[in-house]
């Protein structure tokens, strides 16, 4: 590696340790497991931090992946070790691009989870509801924008009440993830689209109370930037899923890790890049 960045803290670890923040999305958890099954090797490894106060780890980044590998039965997943405390890993919120379904349906279901409600107004006023706490998510429609409030007015968002609007349509439409909230912009992207829904932003603290107490977030709302991330790795399924103990594994990984260095086969790239293979 021609960069004095220090290499990705790569562990390999039992994967009933390893804590996804996130609910799975059922649609592309069964696809996502028979790819990795076709493929015979884990990409790119799930991002996880430690869990203060226990010998978990909760995942940050990959949860349908860390999910997919226990599907398969795999034992032990390897993974890359991040710091919640690192200033440079930092937390924001994707929108949900949602498809697959009638806005009908939509409307529906949503209106009947919880007792929600839904307030029309301009995107900038929706902006503006969000980050004050007077909305607990918006709407953006092709016919206009709307708050999401419950029975009792907006209180402050929390976990529970973010699952309960995702659950209104999880597992019946398709879900993109998208950061931009304007219908005119996303539309030729995604022609089948019925409604962008915008989130709040969620705190680190939100994510550790949350899995200490049992729960998850709902699938496809969290954005960790994870400085120095490893992609590429090619770890054979075959070594993770082996009948030898976790003190071998981590040496075969550490042996492996010197193997690359040797062939000089790591490259850091300080660039912003775009993926085209996920």
Known sequence: MRDST??????????????PHEDSDPRRLSKLAERLRQD????????????????????LD???????????????IVTQIVSYGDPSLTLD??????????????????????????????????????ATNNALAYIALKEGVRIVCGPQGCPDPNIEILSTIVNAYRGRADIFRASNDVWELQEPFYPGMIAIVVFPQIM???????????????????RHVI?????????????????????KKQAWLQEWLMEKMASNSIRYYAEATFTFDE
């Open 6 to 19: 220090a290499l990705p803290d790569l562990r390999i670890l039992p994967s009933n340790l390893l804590i």
């Open 40 to 59: 015979g090797y884990l990409k790119h490894p799930p991002i996880s931090a430690a869990i203060p106060g226990t010998d978990q780890f909760v995942v």
């Open 62 to 76: 990959g949860a349908n992946r860390s999910m997919a590998m226990i599907i398969l039965d795999i034992p032990h």
């Open 93 to 130: 919120t994707w929108h949900h691009v949602i498809s697959g379904m009638s806005l009908e349906e939509f409307e529906a279901a949503l209106l009947a989870a919880d007792d929600l409600e839904t307030i029309p107004c301009s995107l900038l006023e929706a902006r503006e509801a969000l």
């Open 204 to 222: 680190p603290s939100d994510i550790l109370t949350t899995v200490k107490n049992g729960g998850r977030v709902p699938s496809g709302i969290t």
């Open 227 to 247: 400085p120095n991330r490893a992609l590429n790795i090619n770890i054979p399924l075959d070594v993770m899923a082996a009948d030898w103990d976790l003190e």
